[in-house]
């Protein structure tokens, strides 16, 4: 996507890719901490593969000149793009980090015999 976007060999892509590259593999590691992959509305599966794929016809109909152009200042709308990514894969492996935890936090509650703050006696399970 970066080089269709003209998105160049800056430090700024080469991250982006890194970090694109890595969003599925925490993503993978999340659904194996977590037992499943959990995917919420909005998430980067279908509704960005929809973007992507949109992104992709848009340039094969009008061609990728206009992305060398400056949208806002100084910045040309392909650096806007390679920013985006950066940003969205970065959030993406953030909230698998995050996802890791938290699911480890309730298994480890879950073994000191708690859930939710309550025990397993007072839900009715070593009745």
């Known amino acids: 996507m970066t080089k269709c976007l003209q998105g160049g060999n800056g430090t700024p ?12 593999h ?11 992959l959990f995917l919420g509305v909005g998430n980067g ?3 960005g593969s929809f973007g992507i794929i949109s992104m992709f016809v848009y340039l094969g109909m009008f061609g990728n000149d206009w992305t060398v152009n400056t949208a806002f200042g100084a910045w040309t ?3 806007l793009f390679v920013y985006g990514i950066l940003i969205a894969n ?23 015999g708690e859930m939710n703050g309550e025990t397993f006696t007072t839900m009715g399970f070593l009745s």
């Open 45 to 47: 599966v279908t509704d």
């Open 77 to 79: 709308y392909a650096e």
């Open 90 to 112: 970065a959030c993406i492996i953030l909230l698998c980090i995050k996802g890791i935890i938290v699911h480890s936090y309730k298994q480890s509650s879950i073994k000191d």
């Open 13 to 24: 892509t080469v991250i982006a890719n890194i970090l694109a590259i890595s969003s599925f």
């Open 26 to 36: 925490f993503s993978t590691l999340e659904e194996y901490y977590c037992g499943g």
